[in-house]
C-alpha cells in the first residue's frame, strides 16, 4: 500500500483544527476591543477572517486537485506527474478565475464609487465584467452604457436619488 | 358579509392606474425573470425589493405579489420547450411537459400549464380569503409567550426542512439570530457587535442583506454557467394563440385535476418551509397515484403537467398565509417579501390584519387580477417570452450586477450598505457553496429581534 506522504493530506489532518483555533482565538481577542465601543479594530478582526476563510478554501481546493490526479493516474498520486504545485495552481485558478475576477472587480466598484464618482465607476464596473465573461469589446461597451444610462434614468425619475460624485470629481 | 364588502372595497380600489399598472409590470417582470433559468423568484424579489422604497407600502406590495405570482408560471417556459426548468420549483413540468413539446404539442402543453396556473391560482386566492381572517383571530390572542414560541417554531422547522442538513440548517439560523442581535440592546439601548460602525447601532438592515444573500451570490455561481440550449431555442416556432388557447381549454376540462393540485399547493403552502418544490412533487405523485394509467406518467400527458401548474401558482397565495398571520415566511421567495413588508414599516404578524387589513385585501385582489394578467400575457406573448429567455447569462450579468449594488445603495443612501451587501454576498456563496441553505439565515435575521424582545418580556414578567 502506498505511503500517505503528501503534504497537503499531513497539513490537512494534522494542522487545520489546532491552526482554526489559534485564529479563532486571536480573532476573538482582537475583536473584542471593538465589540462595542468606538475602535478601529474590526477592519484586522475581518481581515483574519477573511485569511482563515481563504485558507480553508485553498487547503480543500489543493486537496480535491490532489485527488482527482490521484483518481485520473490510477490512483497513484505523483505530483510530478501532474505538473507539481504550479500545474495545480493553474488548474484551481482556471477553476475559479471568474469568481475571482467578479469578487475583485466588485471591490473596485465599490472603493472607486467612492473616490470617483457612480456613473463613471458603474460604466468601468459593467464593462469590466462584461469583458471577463468574455463579452467582445465592442458589444461590452455597449451593455456598460447602455446600463449605466439605464442606472442615470432610475435614479433619477424613479428613485429621485443622489448617487455619490465621488471625491476626485 | 363584512368580509365580503372589506374584499369587494380593496377589490375596486386597485382600478386605479397606479395600481393596475404595477400589477401589469410585477407580472410581466415575474414571467421573464421566472423563464430564465437560475433565476429563481426569490432573487428577482431580492433584486426589485429596493425599487419599492419610493411606493407606499400597498403599492410596494401589490407590485411584489405580482411578481411572485408571475414568476410562478415563468418557469414553466424552458421547462417544456427545452427540458430547462426556469425555476426549480418548475422541475416536475418538464416531466410531462417536455415529451409534449418533442412530439411537437409545446403550444398546447404551454396551454395547459397556463389554463392550470391560472385556475390553480384563482382557487388558491378563494381558499386564502376564507382562511386569513379566523387565523388572524386566533393569533391576536398570543401574547409574548405565544410569540416567543412561534418564532423559534417557525425557525427550527425552516431551519430543518430547508438545509436538507438538519445541523448545518441550524447553525444558519443561529448565525441569523447572532447576526440580528448587532446593534442597540432592545431593553438597555446599549450597543452590541457594532464593531464601532454607527451605521449598525439599528441592527443590520434588511435589504443589503437580502440582496447580498440571494442575488449577489447568485451571480457569483452564475459567472460560471454556459448558455443553455440557447439555438435551439432561437430555431423554435411556438406559441401560436390558436394552439395555446386549445392547451387552455385542455386543462379547464379537468376540473378535477385542476382541485386537487390546487388543494394541495395551497396545504403544503401554509406549512412554513415546505415550499413550491415539495408541494409540486406531492401533487405529481398523488396524481399518478391516483390515475387509472399511471404507468402514461412521464410520457407527456396534460394530467402531468396540471397537477405541477395547478400546484406551484397556488403554493403563492398559500405561502403568504403564515407569512402575514404568524410572521413566518415559509420560503426565500416569502423571506424577501416580509422583509418587504418590514421595509415600509408593516410588521408581520397577529397585529397585521387589525392594523393593515385592507392592504392585505388589497394583495389577495393584486393576486387575483395577477392571474387575469399572467393569462393574458401567457396567450399572446407566449411567442416572444420563449425568446426573451435567450439572452446570454455574460450579458444578463453585468446589467443586473449594476442593480444590485443600486439597489443595496438606494434605499437609505448609506455608502456603508453597499460594503454590508458585498459582505453578505460573500458569505452567501461561502456557506451555499459548503452547503449551507441561506434561507435560515436571513429567517434568523428577520425573526431574531421578534424572539428577542418577545423573551425579554417574558422575563420580566
Redesign the interface.
Known amino acids: 500500500m502506498k505511503k500517505n506522504n503528501h503534504w497537503l493530506r499531513f497539513f490537512w489532518s494534522k494542522l487545520t483544527v489546532p491552526a482554526f483555533m489559534v485564529f479563532f482565538i486571536i480573532s476573538f481577542f482582537v475583536?473584542s476591543h471593538?465589540?462595542?465601543?468606538?475602535?478601529?479594530?474590526?477592519p484586522y478582526?475581518l481581515l483574519i477572517v477573511l485569511s482563515l476563510?481563504v485558507l480553508v478554501?485553498l487547503i480543500r481546493e489543493f486537496r480535491a486537485d490532489a485527488r482527482e490526479r490521484g483518481a485520473e493516474e490510477g490512483g497513484t498520486a505523483e505530483e510530478e506527474s501532474s505538473g507539481g504545485f504550479a500545474g495545480a495552481c493553474k488548474r484551481i485558478w482556471a477553476k475559479w478565475y471568474?469568481?475571482i475576477?467578479?469578487?475583485f472587480i466588485?471591490?473596485l466598484?465599490?472603493v472607486f464609487?467612492?473616490y470617483v464618482g457612480y456613473y463613471v465607476s458603474?460604466f468601468l464596473?459593467?464593462?469590466a465584467?462584461?469583458r471577463?465573461?468574455?463579452?467582445r469589446p465592442v458589444?461590452?461597451l455597449a451593455?456598460?452604457a447602455?446600463?449605466?444610462a439605464v442606472?442615470f434614468l432610475?435614479?433619477t425619475f424613479?428613485?429621485?436619488?443622489s448617487?455619490?460624485a465621488g471625491l476626485l470629481i | 358579509m363584512e368580509l365580503l364588502q372589506q374584499l369587494a372595497s380593496a377589490f375596486l380600489s386597485l382600478f386605479s392606474w397606479q395600481y393596475l399598472g404595477l400589477i401589469l409590470l410585477g407580472t410581466f417582470v415575474g414571467v421573464i425573470v421566472g423563464a430564465l433559468p437560475g433565476f429563481a423568484s426569490g432573487n428577482a424579489l431580492a433584486i426589485m425589493l429596493p425599487m419599492t422604497v419610493v411606493f407606499e407600502p400597498a403599492a410596494a406590495l401589490i407590485f411584489m405579489s405580482s411578481l411572485y405570482m408571475g414568476s410562478a408560471y415563468g418557469g414553466s417556459i424552458t421547462a417544456i420547450l427545452i427540458n430547462t426548468p426556469g425555476t426549480p420549483d418548475a422541475t416536475v413540468t418538464a416531466i410531462d411537459g417536455y415529451p409534449m413539446a418533442r412530439r411537437g404539442m409545446a403550444d398546447e402543453a404551454m396551454g395547459i400549464s397556463l389554463g392550470a396556473s391560472c385556475l390553480g391560482g384563482l382557487l388558491s386566492i378563494l381558499m386564502v380569503v376564507l382562511i386569513i381572517q379566523p387565523m388572524s383571530k386566533f393569533t391576536l390572542a398570543f401574547g409574548p409567550y405565544e410569540m416567543f414560541a412561534v418564532g423559534i417554531f417557525g425557525l427550527s422547522i425552516i431551519a430543518v426542512i430547508l438545509g436538507g442538513d438538519t445541523v448545518k440548517g441550524l447553525a444558519a439560523a443561529v448565525l441569523g439570530m447572532l447576526f440580528a442581535s448587532m446593534g442597540a440592546d432592545p431593553a438597555k439601548g446599549m450597543a452590541r457587535l457594532t464593531f464601532g460602525f454607527i451605521q449598525l447601532y439599528d441592527t443590520i438592515p434588511f435589504v443589503p442583506a437580502v440582496i447580498g444573500l440571494f442575488a449577489f451570490s447568485e451571480f457569483m455561481f452564475m459567472v460560471d454557467k454556459e448558455q443553455v440550449a440557447t439555438d435551439k431555442l432561437r430555431a423554435m416556432d411556438v406559441g401560436k394563440v390558436k394552439n395555446v388557447w386549445r392547451g387552455v381549454v385542455t386543462a379547464i376540462k379537468k376540473p378535477l385535476a385542476v382541485l386537487r393540485a390546487s388543494v394541495i399547493g395551497f396545504v403544503v403552502g401554509v406549512i412554513p418551509g415546505m415550499g413550491m418544490a415539495v408541494a409540486t412533487f406531492a401533487s405529481y405523485g398523488i396524481a399518478k397515484n391516483t390515475s387509472k394509467h399511471p404507468e402514461d406518467f412521464g410520457t407527456g400527458i396534460p394530467e402531468g403537467v396540471i397537477a405541477a401548474e395547478g400546484c406551484n401558482n397556488a403554493v403563492v397565495s398559500g405561502s403568504l398565509v403564515p407569512t402575514f398571520a404568524l410572521g413566518i415566511p415559509g420560503s426565500s421567495t416569502t423571506a424577501v417579501m416580509m422583509a418587504a413588508l418590514m421595509l415600509h414599516g408593516v410588521v408581520p404578524g397577529p397585529e397585521l390584519m387589525r392594523n393593515y387589513g385592507f392592504t392585505v385585501y388589497q394583495v389577495f385582489g393584486c393576486l387575483l387580477l395577477a392571474v387575469v394578467i399572467m393569462f393574458l400575457i401567457g396567450l399572446f406573448l407566449a411567442k416572444w417570452l420563449s425568446k426573451i429567455t435567450i439572452i446570454p447569462n455574460n450579458i444578463l450579468v453585468p446589467i443586473i450586477s449594476v442593480l444590485i449594488f443600486l439597489g443595496a445603495f438606494a434605499c437609505r443612501q448609506v455608502f456603508f450598505d453597499i460594503g454590508l451587501m458585498f459582505f453578505f454576498g460573500i458569505l452567501g456563496y461561502a456557506m451555499r457553496k459548503q452547503g449551507y441553505p441561506t434561507v435560515p439565515l436571513l429567517l434568523g435575521l428577520i425573526i431574531g429581534p421578534t424572539v428577542e424582545s418577545n423573551m425579554m418580556r417574558v422575563l420580566r414578567m
Open positions: 475583536s471593538s465589540l462595542s465601543k468606538t475602535s478601529t479594530q474590526y478582526f476563510l478554501i471568474k469568481q475576477g467578479f469578487v466588485s471591490l466598484y465599490i464609487i467612492y458603474t464596473f459593467a464593462f465584467l462584461a471577463l465573461l468574455k463579452v458589444p461590452a451593455v456598460a447602455g446600463i449605466t442606472t432610475m435614479l424613479w428613485l429621485k436619488v448617487m455619490p
